[in-house]
């Protein structure tokens, strides 16, 4: 397996790897990685559609991707997935997987249709005070120690950073500004998290600083991310003769390990309350998904609240990434990724109305009328002052092809789950039902307080889920922790998902899936074509100094307040590029 980059590889068709019709696959998880890798095997190592088999331990595909109605709740999405135009290895296979809802659109030309016709932005990224102080100002707030902090980490090395929280680089000079309250609820970092990730997030995405703070970076699907990717997905394997096997629950893959190599030898699995397991040759590929966000997620109603019934480090996925681990250190350190559930987890709600006062309320705050069928909030609005650091996002509608055109669905979540009171909810976020979260939201959003609780209740149905373990992933860690997609040394396993290691990606987004998934794919099958690699702007110098700028809060290199022998290298540096074309790049970043 090897990277490539630019597009001369990107339409190539590879050549039939060599005894590929005498391979088998067995993928462990239905996940967006797992699929992935089942799609990747279809189309570019030409395995035969019946030789793929895909073990679920739930009752539906999708894994963490979901997006249901259920009849006795209401609808539930646990989360929501937000794409960027570099997810190379993304577009590469959408380009391929055929749309459900539009016969003769792939999901990228689908996906790119909607997004040029109705692009992405907010009009309103964070409020305060009921959403009487609502704004998308643009502004970060950096001051030169925060900055200072920020690019230590941006330069720092992995070894560096191995196994130190984002506490351990920052101080509160960073937490007080804009930047972190974007960053943190974007993509739900805590400050006990891995400062590796915080790392890996601010290389990989240094070209959309400029975009964070109105969402403009982003893109979104039309429907939710089960409707608008995993049923394609799903179609396109098993149009070409794959098996998924749902209800079947994967509880250990024995493994064969000397000092130079590694080879699977026998799946153990549950179906229907009855043990089994299938023998394994150097023939028999196996994708296993170690680990799972959203294993022993709990669920609410309008009149329950969820109840986590696990204790730490427990649930289907991580107890097999454990007996797997146990035959070889080269198979990950999963006790370093779900050690305590406090550190892990947030709950999510999703809220359903019609209710013109609160759909009001909504278009006050965001400029945009939620019934339209385009771009609500352009991604999530944060109450800033929230006690729970409460967020809500209200993506196009209807989020499912059979919602009502008069209700609304508004997807909420918080951090702060286990201690904290709400503001209008004096309890915690985790004993509160349905109802109650409504409440807290409505309250956040300027409901006026003596109509609260009777919207909640009757205009409102609300269906929560509590994930224990959806941030997991970033632990603080070293290398090592994560296995590699394939292990040194292994001629038929391989890892795919947010639990294996991928060089410079970003776990919790939908390209690292799908990039295992392909890598995994590739290395096993000898597919001779390359694997895209991962975005370059961390090493381009005109994104670079555009960051720069956006960070200072669109200060000229001249305006920035620099140490006086900073301010004199400057002023003789830009004398020596005065009319050559550095100075003309300068210029064109808004650096001068």
């Known amino acids: 397996m090897y990277y490539s980059a630019g597009n001369y590889e990107a339409f190539a068709t590879p050549e039939k790897p060599e005894g590929i019709d005498d391979k088998y696959a067995y993928i462990v998880g239905s996940g967006l990685a797992g699929l992935s890798a089942a799609c990747y095997l279809i189309r570019d190592a030409q395995m035969p559609g019946d030789h793929i088999t895909v073990f679920e331990s739930l009752p539906v595909a999708g894994g963490s991707c979901d997006g249901i109605y259920d009849a006795t709740r209401g609808y539930i999405m646990r989360g929501g997935r937000e794409m960027d135009n570099h997810f190379e290895v993304m577009w590469d296979l959408f380009r ?13 030309s689908e996906y790119y249709k909607l997004n040029k016709h109705d692009p992405n932005f907010s009009l309103c990224r964070v409020t ?17 120690k925060a900055t200072q902090e920020l690019l230590h980490l941006f330069m720092a090395t992995d070894e560096e950073l191995a196994d130190k929280t984002i506490d351990d680089v920052f101080d509160d000079d960073f937490y007080k500004t804009n930047f972190w309250v974007y960053w943190q609820t974007m993509f739900a970092f805590e400050k006990w998290h891995s400062a590796i990730e915080m790392k890996r997030y601010m290389q990989r995405y240094i070209h ?17 991310q089960y409707d608008s990717m995993i049923r394609p997905m799903v179609k396109y394997i098993t149009d070409a003769g794959a098996k998924v096997l749902y209800d079947t629950n994967v509880t250990n893959v024995v493994c064969e390990v000397t000092r130079s190599r590694k080879a699977a030898r026998r799946i153990e699995y549950t179906q229907g309350g009855e043990a089994k397991s299938i023998d394994l040759t150097d023939n028999d590929l196996v994708f296993v998904t170690n680990g799972s966000q959203g294993d022993c997620t709990a669920y609410g109603d309008q009149t329950h609240a969820p109840v986590v019934s696990i204790k730490n480090g427990e649930g289907p996925s991580v107890e097999l990434w454990r007996r797997i681990a146990a035959q070889s250190p080269d198979f990950g350190h999963p006790e370093k990724f779900f050690k305590d559930i406090e550190e892990t987890s947030w709950e999510s709600w999703t809220v359903d109305t019609s209710n013109k006062e609160v759909l009001d309320a909504i278009e006050a705050i965001c400029h945009r009328d939620p019934l339209s069928g385009k771009i609500v909030t352009g991604g999530i609005v ?35 789950c286990w201690h904290d009171n709400g503001d209008f909810v004096k309890k915690p976020m985790a004993q509160c039902t349905g109802e109650e979260l409504c409440e807290e939201w409505l309250y956040h959003i300027g409901i006026p307080q003596d109509r609260i609780k009777q919207l909640a209740s009757e205009a409102c149905n609300t269906t929560a889920a509590m994930m224990p373990y959806v941030t997991s992933f970033f632990e603080p860690r070293r290398d090592g922790d994560r296995p590699k997609v ?23 987004t939908t390209e690292y899936s799908i990039r295992t998934g392909m890598e995994a794919v590739y290395t096993l099958c000898n597919v001779d074509r390359g694997v895209p690699e991962v975005w370059g702007s961390v090493f381009d110098v005109r994104d670079l100094l555009t960051a720069t700028v956006k960070l200072a809060d669109g200060k000229k290199l001249t305006e920035m307040d620099l140490p006086l022998k900073d301010r004199l290298a400057l002023r003789e540096l830009l004398k020596k590029v005065q009319g050559t074309e550095v100075e003309k790049l300068l210029k064109a970043c808004g650096a001068l």
């Not at 391929?96 to 990228?108: A, D, H, R, V």
């Not at 944060?382 to 669905?409: E, K, M, V, Y």
């Not at 394939?486 to 919790?508: H, I, K, M, W």
């Open 486 to 508: 394939v292990p040194d040394g292994s001629v038929n396993l391989a890892f795919v998902g947010q639990y294996a290691e991928t060089p410079r990606d970003t776990v919790f």
């Open 208 to 224: 959309h600083i400029d975009g964070l703070p109105d969402l403009s970076a982003l893109r979104f699907t039309r429907y939710n």
């Open 382 to 416: 944060t109450a800033r002052d929230s006690s729970w650091l409460l967020s809500w996002t209200i993506n196009r509608q209807g989020q499912f092809p059979d919602q009502p055109s008069d209700h609304c669905l508004i997807w909420v979540y918080g951090l702060n």
């Open 128 to 144: 305060e005070k009921q959403g009487q102080d609502a704004h998308t100002d643009k502004k970060y707030g950096m001051n030169p």
């Open 96 to 108: 391929s997987i055929p749309s459900i809802q539009n016969p003769g659109e792939t999901i990228f």
